[in-house]
């Protein structure tokens, strides 16, 4: 019973083509993430989204776009791919939003590879 | 913004010895802390938090945590290390509402178990 699931595991594609990876959870909660981990492993989030609303958007280019159709699920659309996006991402969720302790609870991942 | 210092990158220990991955917090208000763990081609796992009450904390796989609020540190400790504990070690915390409250995350410390 995965908790959080995201698809594809491993994703390799050429320069400009456009890519998706799904995301979804089955604890309930309200708040899901994005997350990007780059080649020295460092992790920065990208987006929030509380009950499909988006709370947080960082310094993210335009042509990553978040789209949450119903509060389990948050998909990370890519357009026009550049090998700078090569990364692994991480999708992830928490009961809420807000000022807590609540955990938020990490997907296995996606290996991106621009080529 | 919240923000966690993580001073080693990595931390070599022999089998059976005890571990300190350290940790050092920089907040204003309540501190929400966290460990994470990340195996090879992994996700990250949650370890343990710290929220408030006992300094000590407990979490997964025999490991803990203590808070210390003079030191503004969170260092995590495991009393008898193993081969299977090596892995990449996150600390992180919870930030504040003007970036959605996501967690911040050190830029971890991998731990290497030796026999």
């Known amino acids: 019973d995965t908790a959080v699931s995201q698809t594809p595991k491993y994703l390799v594609t050429q320069m400009g083509n456009d890519k998706s990876i799904k995301c979804e959870q089955n604890?309930?909660?309200?708040?899901m993430y994005w997350y990007k981990q780059d080649s020295k492993k460092f992790l920065k989030i990208m987006f929030s989204y509380n009950n499909k609303e988006l709370i947080i958007n960082e310094t993210v280019p335009n042509r990553f776009s978040p789209k949450s159709p119903d509060k389990a699920h948050l998909n990370l659309h890519i357009n026009s791919l550049e090998l700078g996006d090569s990364a692994v991402y991480f999708c992830?969720?928490?009961?809420?939003?807000?000022?807590?302790?609540?955990?938020?609870?990490f997907g296995e991942g996606s290996w991106l590879t621009v080529v | 913004a919240q923000s966690v210092a993580q001073p080693e990158d990595q931390v070599n220990v022999a089998e059976g010895n005890p571990l300190t991955v350290k940790c050092t917090y920089s907040v204003s208000g309540n501190p929400y802390l966290f460990w994470y763990v990340q195996y090879p081609n992994r996700g990250l796992q949650f370890l343990l938090k710290?929220?408030?009450?006992?300094?000590l904390v407990k979490g997964s796989y025999g490991f803990e945590a203590e808070f210390n609020k003079s030191q503004t540190s969170f260092h995590l400790k495991k009393p008898s290390a193993l081969v299977s504990d090596s892995a990449l070690y996150f600390c992180a915390v919870r930030d504040s509402g003007d970036s959605g409250y996501a967690l911040n995350f050190g830029k971890g410390t991998s731990l290497l178990v030796t026999p």
């Open positions: 992830a969720s928490s009961q809420t939003h807000g000022p807590s302790g609540n955990t938020i609870y």
């Open positions: 710290y929220i408030t009450g006992d300094n």
């Open positions: 604890l309930g909660h309200d708040t």
